[in-house]
């Protein structure tokens, strides 16, 4: 039987920092959804609501930006989804289920399309819920958060 000298680990020179109150610096964010395609657009804001393009991340914790959407009656469908996709909700009476398409939904609530896929690709928690608070849809080029000063990006600019 050998006895191999045993060689002491030296100390970890770095730490893993978790996001609390003081390391998060939540920043206001415009995006333009003016001829977007509805998927990639809901992809790019719900990482950006979540913080995944931050630095610090933290999966349990709200690290994420504030997500500001123009021009949400603008978005728009690859292929056949404009007429063929189709929205279900159940009014909760017996036989009260109901379908809408996409072109349907833009008519009378274009808000809500946005809103239904970004709220998709966030948790299904109290997390989420919180999250989705930092979510500001809008019709048309004007919003109200002007004294945020909060800065455009172009989605096909980020990883």
Not at 3 to 28: C, D, F, G, L, P
Not at 39 to 58: E, H, N, Q, W
Not at 82 to 98: A, E, F, L, N, S
Request: aromatic share 8%.
């Amino acid at each position: 039987m050998t006895h191999r000298k045993e060689k002491k680990m030296k100390a970890v020179s770095y730490k893993t920092i978790a996001a609390n109150e003081q390391i998060v610096k939540k920043e206001w964010v415009v995006i333009d959804a003016e001829n977007e395609i509805v998927g990639r657009l809901s992809t790019v804001a719900a990482r950006i609501l979540r913080g995944k393009t931050k630095t610090y991340y933290t999966p349990h914790f709200d690290c994420g930006d504030n997500v500001i959407i123009i021009n949400a009656e603008k978005v728009r469908f690859t292929g056949h989804k404009m007429d063929d996709k189709q929205y279900v909700r159940h009014t909760g009476y017996p036989g009260g289920q109901r379908f809408a398409t996409p072109k349907e939904l833009l008519k009378k609530n274009p808000i809500g399309i946005l809103e239904h896929a970004i709220k998709g690709m966030l948790p299904k928690n109290k997390l989420g819920a919180e999250l989705f608070r930092n979510l500001y849809v809008y019709v048309g080029p004007n919003h109200p958060h002007e004294g945020q000063q909060p800065k455009t990006i172009n989605i096909n600019e980020i990883k």
